[in-house]
């Protein structure tokens, strides 16, 4: 199997290869890459050279990806190859262009922010006219991590974006009024089977998921029920193979029930399911893996009760060694996992797992944990 780019979602694809008998081959950005560490086979290319991605292709009976940004015009040519894709090109563009996936799913008649695809100051204002000021005003290719995403509060903040919008232009969404961020992971293999993993609650600081807490707590069971229907339909409506992530705003409806609208999409293992690698019976990266090959996908169900994930940020400390050693004589029943990555303050460079029956000590103990690594609590 191969994976376009060398960043730490294909570097925890590795154990779960080995464990199933799968060689993967890995085209890293530079030899030093996160992947490249720990897949033998990782020769240097850029996502962007058609040419090195075909040659890279020809090696593999098999081509997924460890980030969306792969340009089309290298799909296309893979895809003109024969090259074997998981998810499709046609699948992944509703995760690479915000504007098509929120036509498709508009389409589909699944909830989503009021929305509009904005070019120039005068539709920004329109739409602000009838939607309010803020505006969350997104550029359709490239962000994450909270990248290309800004709140805006009037037509002069976005002036400087409008002004380099190309054709498509803008997207411009209303600034949802939402209790908590949720996530449903699922992952389907091309033959149609699919499996869902408990909806997660993700928090956010700065743009960036800083905690997941699996199963999401408190929530009502039908709206559970409902996310995970969502995400299955959206998999199956887009021919979506591989892992699904489905980002959602949980929000009110007028008689008070809970509900939801549709955030962010993501066709690949993502963030809010790091916890499966200890909390849940098979692991997106594993469940990936099968789904890419059409094998008969795994055990979604929790080990636990809970399990907190806390991502571990890059602090003033480059000396990871001595924080590492500390937290698993402290913890024994902490779970580490970090990257690989040079140290870089707000950079992620690893996450902690932790399971059992105590949510608020689970909590603490993995935010103690991510805090200690970044330096920012030293007992």
Not at 35 to 43: I, L, R
Not at 66 to 88: F, I, N, Q, R, T
Not at 328 to 348: C, E, F, Q, S
Request: contains cysteine.
């Amino acid at each position: 199997m191969g994976i376009i780019g060398g960043g730490q979602l294909a570097r925890m694809a590795q154990p779960p290869a080995i464990n199933l008998g799968i060689t993967l081959s890995v085209l890293a950005e530079a030899d030093d890459a996160s992947a490249a560490q720990v897949v033998p086979s990782s020769p240097v290319g850029e996502h962007t050279d058609t040419e090195r991605v075909r040659e890279f292709a020809r090696g593999v009976d098999v081509v997924t990806f460890d980030h969306e940004h792969v340009p089309a015009e290298v799909l296309a040519a893979l895809e003109s190859d024969g090259v074997v894709l998981h998810p499709s090109p046609a699948a992944l563009a509703h995760a690479q262009d915000k504007l098509r996936m929120r036509r498709r799913l508009t389409d589909l008649g699944i909830p989503c922010p009021a929305w509009a695809a904005v070019h120039d100051a005068a539709e920004l204002e329109a739409f602000a006219a009838e939607h309010g000021w803020p505006v969350v005003l997104k550029t359709p290719r490239g962000g994450y991590d909270g990248k290309g995403v800004r709140l805006v509060r009037s037509a002069d903040e976005a002036a400087d974006w409008l002004g380099r919008a190309d054709a498509d232009g803008l997207l411009a969404e209303e600034a949802v009024d939402f209790r908590r961020e949720l996530a449903v992971l699922l992952a389907r293999s091309p033959s149609g089977q699919a499996a869902v993993w408990p909806v997660v609650e993700t928090v956010q600081t700065e743009g960036i998921c800083t905690e997941v807490l699996a199963p999401a707590p408190g929530l009502d069971p039908d709206l559970a029920a409902r996310l995970s229907e969502a995400g299955l339909r959206i998999a199956g409506e887009l021919g979506v193979t591989g892992v699904l992530a489905v980002e959602v705003f949980e929000t009110r409806a007028p008689d008070g029930q809970p509900t939801y609208v549709v955030n962010e999409l993501a066709m690949r293992p993502h963030n809010s399911g790091h916890w499966t690698i200890d909390g849940s019976v098979t692991s997106q990266f594993e469940q990936h893996l099968r789904a890419v090959l059409d094998l008969p996908l795994g055990d979604p169900s929790p080990r636990d009760r809970w399990t907190v994930m806390a991502n571990v940020l890059g602090g003033d400390f480059p000396d990871l060694y001595p924080a590492y050693r500390h937290l698993m004589a402290r913890d024994p029943g902490l779970k580490i996992h970090l990257y690989g990555k040079d140290v870089r303050p707000g950079r992620k460079i690893g996450h902690v797992d932790v399971s059992g029956s105590d949510l608020p000590e689970l909590r603490e103990r993995a935010q103690h944990a991510a805090d200690y690594l970044q330096g920012v609590v030293t007992e």
